[in-house]
């Protein structure tokens, strides 16, 4: 007996005189889809001897629907600084790039154009990601007059990868912002002593609070 999707050795002889059935099962495990196919069709044959005659069944087969291979990348972008103050501040984020579909992405590219630097663990492309893996690279910006004039500082990082199967994936990006530290004091001043309506020549204290 053979399967084709799936070898096996023989049964040894099988004594019987009169009809009978014997029920065999096979476990197929795929570890990830490497095709577009939306079915597995697995055909079984059984085969044997009686006597120096050779016996042969008529294959059988089983379509089974699966979910095809399906390429998916993920971003995202997270500050890890909190703020900037001045030109020349450094700021730095993290950028999550995850495998969020059905088959393996591999020579992942990560851009973004207005950092200094990118770096990912293993550098750059990124060798390959399985499904569900991810990983976390990281970037960093100097901060310009123009940022500073701005307020802010909007960074956008995108991902691009090859598929096992199909057609290149994304780029797919995402963003994140730091802002500029306001500075916001508040002074408060009060009547220290001396009485409400002081007379002339007497001396009178305030108690003056600044609060950042």
Same mark, same amino acid.
């Given at each position: 007996?053979?399967?084709? #999707? ?12 009169? $009809? ?15 095709t ?17 005659? +050779? ?24 500050p890890?600084?909190? #703020? ?24 992942i ?9 990118? +770096? ?6 990124? &060798?390959?990601?399985? $499904? ?12 310009t ?19 096992? *199967?199909? $057609?290149? *994936?994304?780029? *797919? ?9 306001? &500075? ?8 220290? +002593? &001396? +009485?409400?309506?002081? &007379? ?13």
């Amino acid at each position: 007996m053979r399967d084709i #999707n799936r070898k096996t050795g023989g049964l040894g002889r099988w004594r019987r005189r009169s $009809p009978a059935t014997m029920l065999l099962a096979f476990l197929l495990t795929f570890l990830q889809m490497q095709t577009a196919f939306a079915a597995i069709v697995n055909t079984a044959t059984a085969g044997g001897t009686y006597g120096v005659t +050779s016996v042969t069944s008529t294959p059988s087969g089983e379509s089974v629907d699966v979910e095809p291979a399906a390429a998916a990348l993920s971003v995202t972008k997270s500050p890890t600084t909190a #703020n900037f103050s001045i030109a020349g501040d450094v700021v730095t984020f993290d950028i999550v790039i995850a495998n969020s579909g059905t088959t393996t992405v591999n020579s992942i590219t990560v851009t973004d154009p207005t950092a200094d630097s990118v +770096s990912c663990p293993g550098g750059l492309p990124v &060798a390959s990601l399985a $499904p569900t893996a991810s990983i976390t690279c990281t970037a960093s910006h100097t901060i310009t007059p123009a940022d500073v004039t701005a307020g802010a500082y909007t960074n956008t990082a995108s991902a691009s990868g090859a598929p096992l *199967v199909g $057609p290149p *994936v994304g780029p *797919v990006s995402d963003n994140a912002t730091i802002n500029r530290a306001v &500075a916001d004091l508040v002074t408060v001043k009060t009547l220290g +002593s &001396a +009485s409400a309506t002081p &007379a002339v020549g007497e001396t009178v204290t305030y108690t003056i609070t600044v609060t950042n």
